[in-house]
Nanobody
Framework: QVQLVESGGGLVKAGDSLRISCVVS????????IGWFRQAPGKEREFVAT????????YYADSVKGRFTISRDNAKNTLYLQMDTLKPEDTAVYYC??????????????????WGQGTQVTVSS
């Protein structure tokens, strides 16, 4: 059974930094391009970032490029998202997710079929 568990969310002020984590079990983590998504109240879930299995190629949404950094530790089955210079519009529940097959990169939520429970990130102005 595939499980993804996010942690590290919280309440911060605009301009602050935060790092969230996603621990994955039940699949060969080193073969999957795990992604970060977020969903704000009243909005659709949107892509934030993902990276290839070896950590060499990251992909970012334009809205977070230059502020967020995705990384992974294959020895710990863990994906990270370092969020710097946070803005109130970054407020959302952040989810990690595994795509429906290994070695597959996609930015569309429908290409992902296993989701964590999410971690809340709130940025005050």
């Amino acid at each position: 059974q595939v499980q993804l568990v996010e942690s590290g969310g919280g309440l911060v002020k605009a301009g602050d930094s935060l790092r969230i984590s996603c621990v994955v079990s039940g699949l060969t983590f080193s073969e999957y391009h795990i992604g970060w998504f977020r969903q704000a109240p009243g909005k659709e879930r949107e892509f934030v970032a993902t990276m290839t299995w070896n950590g060499r190629t990251p992909y970012y949404a334009d809205s977070v490029k230059g502020r967020f950094t995705i990384s992974r530790d294959n020895a710990k089955n863990t994906l990270y998202l370092q969020m710097d210079t946070l803005k109130p519009e970054d407020t959302a529940v952040y989810y990690c997710s595994a795509p429906n097959r290994p070695f597959y990169t996609n930015t569309v939520p429908s290409a992902y079929n296993v989701w964590g429970q999410g971690t809340q990130v709130t940025v005050s102005s």
